[in-house]
């Protein structure tokens, strides 16, 4: 089965975390939805709190760029299936829209995942964020500099007083 991850899932070391095997891997682009953070999450994997990745409809010139896994271990997608909180965090999707390769083929058949409850939107914890840009900057599917420009413009939550704000060198600085 053909996976689109766009938020945490892009990274390796998470899948391995979670015990989640893939037979391969590549960059995509799903068009007109956009990368907003509507799940928050009081303690996200013992880093403390977070609004994690969801997708949602945007304008025609939204995009996200993530990476299309193929999975065809059954217990693999069980794993991926309890790590995303099927059915009670997010919703299995299989009617989004084609997903289009660097090379303008289009993939029409595949599932990916979307909050149910969505609220916010708000900010990823710097934690969260580091997760996230290190799977869209690996190298065997490195998505385009622009997006991870992007996602590295994103601003976080701090997860100690809740401000949101941006990371300067080691310095948090709150937003006004």
Not at 35 to 51: A, H, M, S, V, Y
Not at 61 to 86: A, R
Not at 126 to 142: E, N
Request: charged share 25%; aromatic share 12%.
């Amino acid at each position: 089965m053909l996976y689109f991850a766009y938020g945490s899932n892009m990274n390796k070391g998470q899948l391995k975390k979670f015990e989640i095997k893939y037979s391969s891997a590549e960059p995509v682009v799903l068009k007109g939805y956009k990368l907003t953070f509507t799940r928050f999450i009081e303690n996200w994997q013992k880093n403390g709190p977070t609004w994690v990745a969801d997708i949602e409809k945007g304008s025609d010139t939204d995009y996200v760029e993530g990476v299309l896994f193929s999975i065809n271990d059954k217990k693999s997608l069980q794993k991926l299936d309890e790590k995303e909180g099927k059915g009670k965090a997010y919703a299995k999707q299989e009617d989004l829209p084609p997903l289009f390769k660097r090379d303008g083929t289009t993939i029409e058949k595949y599932f990916s995942y979307t909050v149910i409850d969505k609220h916010g939107p708000g900010n990823p914890s710097k934690a969260y964020k580091i997760t996230i840009i290190g799977g869209a900057s690996d190298p065997d599917w490195k998505l385009s500099e622009g997006y991870i420009n992007q996602l590295k413009k994103i601003k976080v939550y701090c997860n100690c007083c809740g401000l949101v704000g941006g990371i300067v060198g080691q310095i948090f600085v709150i937003d006004k």
